[in-house]
């Protein structure tokens, strides 16, 4: 297996979006619309302090009734932020993404943000790695 250095390495974008825990529901909400992206880093200085979803969003604003315009980020970001670092292995990630119904991992490097893995990351990942196996075996096969 690689490790989340490969992945970050080979993904199209290297952007990392985060947010403020003062900063309202709704910025966060309206700069993951704008990048298409389903979650965000929550950061104090370099430091990551948390994680705010959709799933968040979901459960914590819309179904308990709260104001987008007036809840912040601290109001409902998940605190106890699961992180790997580069050297971790997308096996590794996998099983924490599995085992703790997560999507997305933040990378850290020296308690310094340095990427995301998504579980749309690691799966490709994994089927470009099966496809390299495929190809090998039937270049062995076919001699």
Do not use: F, W
């Not at 490790?3 to 966060?28: F, G, M, R």
């Not at 909400?29 to 968040?56: C, H, N, P, W, Y």
């Not at 109001?75 to 992180?83: E, G, R, S």
């Amino acid at each position: 297996m690689q490790t989340v250095a490969h992945i970050l390495n080979n993904k199209a974008s290297q952007d990392i979006y985060t947010i403020a825990p003062d900063a309202t529901v709704l910025e966060a909400l309206t700069l993951m619309a704008d990048k298409g992206i389903g979650a965000l880093v929550v950061t104090q200085g370099s430091q990551v302090v948390g994680i705010i979803s959709e799933r968040d969003y979901a459960r914590k604003v819309a179904l308990m009734e709260r104001s987008s315009y007036s809840t912040t980020v601290a109001d409902i970001m998940t605190h106890a932020v699961l992180t790997v670092t580069l050297q971790h292995s997308t096996e590794h990630c996998m099983k924490l993404m599995t085992d703790k119904h997560l999507r997305h991992l933040p990378v850290v490097d020296n308690n310094h943000l340095t990427g995301l893995v998504s579980i749309g990351d690691l799966v490709k990942n994994v089927m470009a790695e099966q496809q390299s196996l495929i190809d090998q075996l039937q270049n062995y096969i076919s001699g």
